[in-house]
Nanobody, 126 residues
C-alpha cells in the first residue's frame, strides 16, 4: 500500500502561482504513475494531469494545459504540480493519486486510481 501526503495549497490571487507537492511512502515510488485530480465545490472529480512511472509520458486536461506542469522526483519520492496563471475556476481540493497498473489517462479521468492522498485546498480569489 502507498500512503500519499499533499502539501502546498492555499489562497492565491488570480494570475498567481502555487506549487503542490505529494510525498509517497513507498520506496518503489518509481514504479507508480502519478496523477492529480481536483474537486471544485459542488462538482464532481476532474482529472488534471498524469505522469507515467518512467516520467516520459505526460498528459494534461485541456483546462490546465500550458498553465500547469506535473513532475516526479524519484530521489525524494515526490510528485509536484506547478500551477501558474491561476484562475478562480481552478479553486478546488486537489488530490494526488498513485497507480501501479498500465498507464491510462482515460481510466484516471474516471477516478479509477489505486491510492489517494487526503487532498489540499487551493483557493483562487482576489
Amino acid at each position: 500500500e502507498v500512503q500519499l501526503v499533499e502539501s502546498g495549497g492555499g489562497l492565491v490571487q488570480p494570475g498567481g502561482s502555487l506549487r503542490l507537492s505529494c510525498v509517497a511512502s513507498r520506496s518503489t515510488f518509481s514504479t507508480y504513475a502519478m496523477t492529480w485530480v481536483r474537486q471544485a465545490p459542488g462538482k464532481g472529480l476532474e482529472w488534471v494531469a498524469s505522469i507515467n512511472s518512467a516520467s516520459n509520458l505526460i498528459q494534461y486536461a485541456d483546462s490546465v494545459k500550458g498553465r500547469f506542469t506535473i513532475s516526479k522526483d524519484e530521489a525524494k519520492s515526490t510528485n509536484d504540480l506547478q500551477m501558474s496563471d491561476l484562475k478562480p475556476e481552478d479553486t478546488a481540493v486537489y488530490y494526488c493519486a498513485a497507480d501501479s497498473r498500465t498507464f491510462s489517462a482515460t481510466y484516471y479521468s474516471h477516478g479509477d486510481l489505486e491510492y489517494w492522498g487526503q487532498g489540499t485546498q487551493v483557493t483562487v480569489s482576489s
